[in-house]
């Protein structure tokens, strides 16, 4: 299975800002995915990313707030913009198995927004 | 898509064995019924996936109902390694295009293994 490096592992930000996350796969791989997972919950898919084309979003998430770029098959970004409290969360990409048997996961990145 | 339920919560001791039960009444005849894991402070990984018959794989057993309607994963000898947050997620099969399609993640059952 493949193996991605995901960066920062956490970071502490001021509100208004942005931060970008960086996932790196070890392969090449069609899908890449965007969780959310807010303090003591479960995970919520954000977005979407195929290779060479838009991202597509789940109902509640926006481009202007969450902008992803997937420049190739091995690597995406996910910006938070605009920063708020609200958005203290885990943020974990994923890319699909190639057989779609088993997703792997990034180990996460750990938000604060003081 | 389809959803499943999940208990909040199951205990047990180490080196017995742990029937994970889950009920997903309206799967499709094409869903496959997958089960994640989530570690403390760690993503989700994959621990088994099937669509009919029973999977055995080194880390678990997934047991399907005839009628699909529920499934129970199954670790044989739990170990403090496998307290975790276990997830039941039903995923639809390849149907061309480019992906199998979203994980849909709900509450899942948190496990605790005590020594």
């Known amino acids: 299975s493949a193996v991605i490096s995901q960066k920062p592992s956490r970071d502490i930000c001021q509100r208004g800002t942005s931060l970008t996350i960086q996932c790196q796969v070890d392969?090449?791989?069609?899908?890449m995915f965007w969780y959310r997972q807010q303090p003591g919950q479960s995970l919520t898919l954000i977005a979407t990313?195929?290779?060479?084309?838009?991202?597509?979003?789940e109902s509640g998430f926006v481009i202007d707030k969450f902008p992803i770029s997937r420049p190739n098959l091995t690597f995406s970004t996910l910006t938070v913009s605009n920063m708020s409290p609200e958005d203290s969360s885990i943020y974990l990409c994923?890319?699909?198995?190639?057989?779609?048997?088993?997703?792997?996961f990034g180990s996460g990145t750990r938000l604060t927004v003081v | 898509d389809a959803k499943t339920t999940q208990p909040n919560s199951m205990e047990s001791n180490e080196e017995e064995p742990v029937h994970l039960p889950c009920n997903h009444s309206?799967?499709?005849?094409?869903?496959?019924i997958h089960w994640y894991r989530q570690l403390p402070s760690q993503g989700p990984e994959y621990v088994i996936h099937?669509?009919?018959s029973n999977v055995n794989n080194r880390m678990a057993s997934l047991a399907i109902a005839e009628d699909r309607k529920s499934s129970t994963l199954i670790l044989h000898r739990a170990t403090l390694r496998d307290a975790a947050v276990y997830y039941c997620?039903?995923?639809?099969?390849?149907?061309?295009?480019?992906?199998?399609?979203?994980?849909?993640f709900g509450q899942g059952t948190i496990l605790t293994v005590h020594p």
């Open positions: 994923s890319v699909e198995g190639g057989s779609g048997a088993s997703d792997t």
């Open positions: 392969s090449q791989v069609t899908m």
């Open positions: 990313a195929n290779q060479g084309s838009e991202a597509t979003y």
């Open positions: 309206t799967i499709s005849g094409t869903d496959y």
């Open positions: 099937g669509l009919t």
């Open positions: 997620i039903l995923r639809g099969g390849w149907a061309g295009g480019t992906s199998y399609g979203k994980l849909t």
